[in-house]
């Protein structure tokens, strides 16, 4: 147990509906962030929270729309998804963002988009 | 986003063979040079990590050797058991710069 807690682990849904994943970190830290991973596409970084504040936007479509409401809990938002966005989605915290930095990942959220 | 470079993408080892995979990076600013392993279903964890300022640092049956001027650096695994089938990601990194990750190497150890 890494100490980041993601919810739900496993996601189905269509194209029009509106759901949402979350994330806890129960480690104090005060940067977290949110990963998409796509089976043949490397890790790639989608926002950065640094003390509820987001310092990293990765050029992410609106669809997705992150909100950290304190430095232990994250959300995506998600709305109107394309079949492309289906995805593993990993949430991350460190003591704080930027490195050189040790990464606490969740098990992940594995979305499907029909 | 800086430029990463992980080789190979997937590895077949004998039980107790020498696994290596390697890591190529273009920014010469990076400072941190980790390795996360991840198993499936699982996010990556932090396995083993190295500053500049050393050549090689060895955990275990973890290896990490860095070469500075060739922009490189290298994961050794040492007697390689089954439970170490998963996969590797390098992240090289600078500060205040989140990690950027390489695509990854499926390693797979074989009886």
């Known amino acids: 147990e890494t100490g980041v807690t993601q919810t739900p682990r496993h996601l189905v849904m269509g194209m029009t509906n509106k759901k949402s994943l979350k994330c806890e970190q129960h480690?104090?830290?005060?940067?977290m962030y949110w990963y998409k991973q796509s089976a043949k596409k490397p890790l790639e970084l989608m926002f950065v929270?640094?003390?509820?504040?987001?310092?990293e936007n990765n050029s992410v479509p609106s669809r997705f729309s992150p909100e950290c409401p304190n430095s232990s809990h994250l959300f995506l938002h998600l709305h109107t998804l394309q079949p492309e966005d289906s995805a593993l989605y990993l949430c991350?915290?460190?003591?704080?963002?930027?490195?050189?930095?040790?990464?606490?990942f969740g098990s992940g959220t594995q979305l499907s988009v029909l | 986003q800086q430029q990463v470079k992980q080789s190979p993408q997937s590895l077949i080892v004998q039980k107790g063979g020498i696994s290596i995979i390697n890591c190529a990076y273009e920014?010469?600013?990076?400072?941190?040079f980790p390795w996360y392993q991840q198993f499936p279903g699982k996010g990556p964890a932090l396995l083993i990590a190295?500053?500049?300022?050393?050549s090689e640092k060895k955990e275990g049956r973890f290896t990490i050797s860095f070469n500075k001027s060739a922009k490189q650096f290298s994961l050794h695994i040492m007697d390689s058991q089954p439970g170490d089938s998963a996969t590797y990601f390098c992240?090289?990194?600078?500060?205040?710069?989140?990690?950027?990750f390489g695509k990854g190497t499926r390693l797979s150890v074989i009886a």
């Open positions: 991350a915290s460190s003591p704080r963002s930027g490195g050189p930095e040790k990464l606490f």
């Open positions: 480690l104090g830290h005060n940067a």
């Open positions: 929270y640094n003390f509820k504040e987001q310092t």
């Open positions: 920014n010469t600013a990076f400072d941190y």
């Open positions: 190295i500053r500049p300022d050393v």
């Open positions: 992240a090289p990194n600078s500060g205040n710069t989140p990690l950027v």
